[in-house]
């Protein structure tokens, strides 16, 4: 679905920093931490030659609304390495508003836990 959609040169929006299901990610550092992260993004972009482009809204106080920032990614190899820290650094321009709830760091059913440092 998402491929099709990129040859026919239309947008598609992933949540990337959630975690994927197994054979779906690999093991890659998220803030000093090994998170199973998801493979998709790059693949996609390999395949099609589509840009990828970021996207954090950042909540304004009183309700106002969000301030979209659009951050372009490199082309190229956009391994699981690289997208996690397109990631931290969004997040880090506003860490209050991250979805810390969530669990980036699970290990999904069936996969293999990690035994080294993530970075690869």
């Known amino acids: 679905m998402f491929y099709k959609a990129l040859q026919r040169g239309e947008a598609v929006g992933l949540l990337p920093d959630q975690a994927p299901g197994v054979g779906e990610g690999a093991w ?11 493979t ?7 395949a099609s030659g589509a840009a990828v482009v970021m ?3 950042e909540r304004l106080p009183h309700g106002r609304g969000y301030h979209l920032l659009f951050q372009s990614v490199p082309t190229g190899n956009l391994d699981e390495v690289a997208l996690n820290r397109t990631i931290e650094a ?8 991250y ?9 999904p059913e069936g996969a293999e836990k990690p035994t080294m440092n993530a970075e690869r």
Do not use: S
């Open 90 to 97: 969004l997040i880090r321009r506003c860490p209050a508003q």
């Open 28 to 38: 890659a550092e998220f803030f000093g931490r090994p998170a199973y992260t998801m």
């Open 55 to 57: 996207v954090f809204a």
């Open 40 to 46: 998709l993004v790059g693949r996609l972009q390999k």
């Open 99 to 107: 979805l810390w709830g969530y669990n980036r760091y699970k290990v």
